[in-house]
């Protein structure tokens, strides 16, 4: 059997203009990150970048990393610590955005 440390899924639905999350090992039953989606969502808006198809601002991604953290509870056990849960959550959510986006961009 294999149990992963932490696991994060994320979605661009670019027919509707919201991102879609998922978070899993890092709280007691899977769930979302649906403030951190919000806000990707509507600064993607605010900056006009879903028409634009811009580069995503550092900055904007760091933050979206942090809000996705915020939706986790993990724990500490023999596959990692909760310190380590987190760290890891941001780092995915953070690459996964920006690999999502930079598919989106390379598709106009």
């Given at each position: 059997m294999v149990i992963s440390v932490c696991a994060f899924g994320f979605a661009l639905h670019l027919d509707r203009r919201t991102v879609g999350t998922g978070i899993g090992s890092a709280a007691p039953t899977p769930r979302t990150a649906p403030e951190a989606a919000a806000f990707l969502a509507?600064?993607?808006?605010?900056?006009?970048?879903?028409?634009?198809r811009g580069e995503l601002p550092a900055a904007l991604v760091r933050e979206f990393g942090e809000r996705v953290t915020r939706a986790a509870s993990p724990i500490d056990d023999v596959r990692g610590?909760?310190?380590?849960?987190?760290?890891?959550?941001?780092?995915?959510a953070r690459r996964a955005a920006a690999w999502?986006?930079?598919?989106?961009?390379k598709a106009a």
């Open positions: 509507g600064e993607l808006d605010a900056h006009g970048l879903w028409e634009s610590t909760a310190a380590y849960r987190l760290r890891s959550l941001s780092v995915m999502a986006w930079d598919d989106y961009r």
